[in-house]
């Protein structure tokens, strides 16, 4: 059963997969290590990372003290982003995410006059319960204006989203940009991860209005 959010700030319900400023921790220069990038602190004696994750990424580092401090609404707590996204969680309330036969339920940025989209669209935004659409559609900045709700019956949580580096004659490597890298790309030693990242597929497009909800989430996402 979805659930609404149990934090607020400043009279705003905060989203669960949200960050709270005293969350953030200190951030160690990132250098050159023998196998792509380390934290300073974490280089091993043979001059490789240490501490990485799953498939070789090294992840920003976040304290666990949800509720402390300001709420960061346009920053995701990589913690908590990854458990959503693993477990299909909602995004703002953290309760299980709606599914039916036609599948799982998400709101994306509105690309329909895109070839081909929303098929394969990769999303770094953990999925909804149908209790928390129209919340999300006005707290989400990315959403705001531009948004669609779709439902896909296959999701492959295949990238992370982070920023890449680059290596340089020096000990410590050049940032070269935020991208999502995917499971077959060498860079994926060369970044710091951010976020998960899902691929959609059989993906179906629907109006708000098809979800009994459009008068509701057109209201909050132009509020």
């Known amino acids: 059963m979805s659930r609404p959010p149990s934090l607020s700030y400043k009279g705003l319900p905060v ?13 160690p220069a990132v250098v050159q290590a023998a196998d792509g990038i380390a934290f300073e602190d974490a280089v091993g004696a043979n001059g490789h990372a240490q501490g990485r994750g799953t498939a070789g990424v090294l992840w920003k580092r976040w304290a666990l003290r949800q509720g402390d401090g300001a709420a960061l ?14 477990k299909l969680l ?3 309330c953290g309760g299980p995410s709606d599914e039916n ?16 989209w929303p098929e394969r669209e990769v999303t770094v935004h953990p999925p909804l319960c149908l209790t ?3 919340l999300a559609a006005r707290l989400c900045p990315h959403l705001r204006d531009r948004v669609v709700a ?17 290596s340089s ?11 999502v890298v995917f499971p077959d790309d060498w860079r994926r030693k060369w970044t710091v991860g951010a976020q998960l990242a899902a691929t959609l597929m059989d993906v179906t497009v629907f109006d708000l209005d098809e979800l009994g909800m459009g008068p509701v989430a057109r209201e909050a996402a132009s509020a």
């Open 150 to 166: 779709v439902r896909a019956r296959r999701v492959f949580l295949d990238g992370v989203y982070g920023t890449v580096y680059a």
């Open 169 to 179: 004659r020096g000990p410590f490597p050049v940032p070269v940009g935020k991208e």
């Open 15 to 27: 989203p669960y997969i949200a960050a709270w400023s005293n969350e953030r921790l200190p951030e």
């Open 101 to 116: 036969e036609q599948g799982r339920l998400w709101l994306l940025e509105d690309y329909r006059g895109v070839d081909g």
């Open 132 to 134: 928390c659409v129209p």
């Open 90 to 92: 909602c995004q703002v």
């Open 73 to 86: 609404f346009d920053v995701a707590h990589a913690p908590r982003q990854k458990r959503a996204m693993r």
